[in-house]
């Protein structure tokens, strides 16, 4: 096993390794939708939709290879075994799975505060009806759900947080790494241009401020998943997160401000993100999940692991 010192030095000067490693993942996520021959149908047809499930699991499994290679390439030795590294262990698996779960809906505190007022029956009914078996079964048997909360959460943090950000952090830190392997992500969407283009949905300049929109958006919020799989080193809360805020949808501002009870969802959009704030840290202390296997790569703790 390499020793600490070796391993920093090992890595001076050839992070453009661990950068081509991710482009190229990335690259494998998003060509592997357009592989397919005949794919002239949109994206909502199960026909596509069933192509593209086949297509990135397919990707999801071949990149802990990617990851595997690079560890021999780059004469890296982890303590943890690599399926640790990518996040699946057992180890503070439950609060990895409820804790950021619980801080991200703090966050959505004023949209599903709006949800709860303008529910015709309720919320108890809405909660109630969606903890219904009968519920559930419907769901996964509607494949564009299956896609935005299930396939999609899961393959994308597994690609884009799992197998990307152990080949990133020991060679530009945690804290950079956060801020750079989102990038990759964000970038991954603008494929939807293709797809906007082709179907002719609505005219360039909307497609491209859409798109300029999503890559911030999905940037953003992968800068915050990716903050997550470093201080938890769980691959189970960024992937719930994920699903959620697919189900959620981007907070609709617009009408907030045009509602009758405007001042009481207000004042819960902003408590959402002031106790957002308050327990990000507490809330993903490392000390609830065990030490990070990511972390345990670099040469001194820094404070995204600590």
Not at 81 to 108: D, H, Q, S
Not at 181 to 188: D, H, K, R
Request: aromatic letters at 14%.
């Amino acid at each position: 096993m390499l020793s600490i010192k070796t391993l920093s030095e090992t890595f001076e000067g050839e992070c453009w390794i661990s950068v081509m490693c991710c482009l190229l993942l990335a690259c494998l996520y998003v060509g592997s939708l357009y592989v397919w021959r005949g794919n002239s149908l949109p994206r909502d047809h199960p026909n596509t939709i069933k192509r593209r499930f086949i297509s990135v699991l397919c990707v999801s499994a071949v990149s802990p290879l990617v990851v595997l290679a690079w560890t021999h390439y780059m004469k890296v030795r982890p303590s943890p075994p690599l399926w640790a590294l990518l996040g699946i262990r057992l180890e503070g698996f439950l609060p990895a799975a409820l804790l950021p779960l619980t801080l991200t809906m703090v966050l959505f505190l004023g949209p599903l505060t709006q949800l709860a007022i303008e529910s015709p029956r309720g919320l108890f009914h809405d909660v109630k009806t969606a903890l219904n078996s009968r519920s559930w079964s419907k769901c996964v048997k509607d494949l564009r759900w299956l896609r935005n909360h299930v396939v999609a959460p899961l393959t994308e943090e597994f690609v884009f947080r799992a197998c990307m950000i152990p080949m990133l952090v020991p060679c530009i830190g945690p804290t950079a790494a956060i801020f750079i392997s989102p990038l990759f992500f964000g970038v991954a969407h603008f494929h939807h241009i293709i797809e906007q283009l082709h179907f002719g949905q609505d005219t360039v300049f909307e497609i491209l401020i859409c798109a300029a929109f999503q890559f911030t958006y999905t940037s953003i919020f992968g800068a915050y998943t990716a903050f997550i799989f470093i201080r938890t080193g769980h691959l189970v809360g960024p992937v719930l997160c994920h699903s959620f805020c697919n189900w959620m949808g981007f907070p609709a501002i617009g009408s907030v401000l045009l509602h009758p009870q405007r001042p009481v969802i207000l004042f819960f959009y902003q408590m959402g993100v002031l106790l957002f704030l308050i327990l990000l840290f507490p809330f993903t202390d490392p000390a609830f999940y065990g030490m990070s296997p990511i972390c345990s790569l670099l040469l001194t703790p820094r404070s995204a692991c600590t």
